[in-house]
């Protein structure tokens, strides 16, 4: 729907959001698919801005246990050496075949001695195999300490799942048009007090200069208490919207990117979990309307078909 004899109208909103006048300046997409943002801070003192907790929370499970596994086999071969360093003598096997090389003998004492689990078949037998004991029963007590920790945090950290339509629709909206997109739960949890925030980023001429300008867009309903199914988010397209007169060839040509953030309460561990997704122009599809979602329940009650919540119908 194109009205040229009406300009779209300047909505207050702020100046970038917080991504700052270099990046709103650049063309590049601000939030990937996933989520992430499309930005990277260089020139960080790598030893200042390091957090080995965080980095253990954050990377995904298979890199967490890979370090753990690389470290747990590390240190036993550290505390190996040192074994060897105190002498032929310093462990002492009381078993009828012993091994005999001092290497992996100290090898497989330290992994009994660093998880407490101490068979008794190899025992220290002089005064530095049994500092060096007790210096890897000491780091073994406290290395078990923080791995519980880091464990029980990336268990209980909140995370989200929310899943996104593939694309936003223009579609027809009580007589006129309205900007859409639809999402769901992913998990099987259950999210309350869920809201959304939209906001239309473009280039556009100001003073002679091409400029990117950031819009909120108002959602016909923007916080739900409950979301048990899906949640169609709709922005009405009409006189006090920012893409009242624009074109589908306006939107592509302005670069224009919507830039969604949700919130929500997780009802299971009652905290607080977001997520951010965007939409490029290429990803908006014009005169469409989504497919219906719901399918029947044997059980009773409402049910939908996740599998369908990217299908579309043109208008």
């Not at 100046?15 to 939030?31: H, K, P, S, W, Y």
């Not at 790598?46 to 080995?52: D, H, N």
């Not at 919207?241 to 309460?265: K, M, T």
Request: glycine fraction near 6%.
């Amino acid at each position: 729907m194109s009205h040229p004899e009406s300009p779209p109208i300047q909505m207050p909103v702020p100046d970038d959001l917080g991504i700052g006048r270099v990046q709103a300046e650049n063309a590049a997409r601000f939030l990937n698919k996933d989520g992430s943002f499309n930005s990277r801070r260089m020139g960080l003192d790598w030893f200042s801005s390091l957090s080995p907790f965080y980095a253990l929370i954050v990377m995904p499970w298979w890199a967490f246990f890979s370090i753990l596994t690389g470290s747990f086999v590390l240190v036993n071969l550290i505390f190996a050496v040192f074994y060897v360093l105190c002498g032929s003598d310093a462990l002492f096997m009381t078993i009828p075949n012993p091994i005999e090389n001092l290497f992996w003998r100290g090898f497989f004492f330290s992994i009994e001695t660093l998880s407490t689990i101490g068979y008794g078949h190899i025992a220290p037998n002089n005064i530095a195999a049994h500092i060096v004991s007790s210096i890897e029963a000491f780091l073994g007590l406290v290395g078990a300490a923080l791995i519980t920790g880091v464990v029980f945090s990336r268990f209980s950290k909140p995370v989200s799942r929310i899943l996104w339509s593939k694309n936003a629709l223009i579609a027809p909206f009580q007589g006129g048009q309205a900007l859409m997109f639809r999402i769901t739960n992913g998990f099987r949890n259950e999210i309350i007090d869920i809201e959304a925030q939209v906001s239309l980023a473009r280039f556009e001429m100001v003073n002679g200069k091409r400029m990117r300008r950031f819009y909120g867009l108002p959602l016909e309903r923007e916080k739900v208490a409950f979301f048990s199914l899906a949640w169609t988010l709709v922005h009405p397209i009409d006189e006090k919207s920012p893409l009242w007169g624009i074109s589908e060839a306006d939107l592509d040509a302005s670069q224009a990117e919507l830039l969604i953030v949700i919130h929500g309460l997780d009802d299971v561990l009652f905290q607080r979990i977001h997520a951010r997704g965007s939409y490029k122009a290429e990803e908006i599809v014009w005169n469409a309307k989504f497919a219906n979602i719901y399918v029947p329940n044997a059980q009773g009650g409402a049910a939908i078909d996740v599998r369908k919540l990217n299908d579309f119908e043109m208008v």
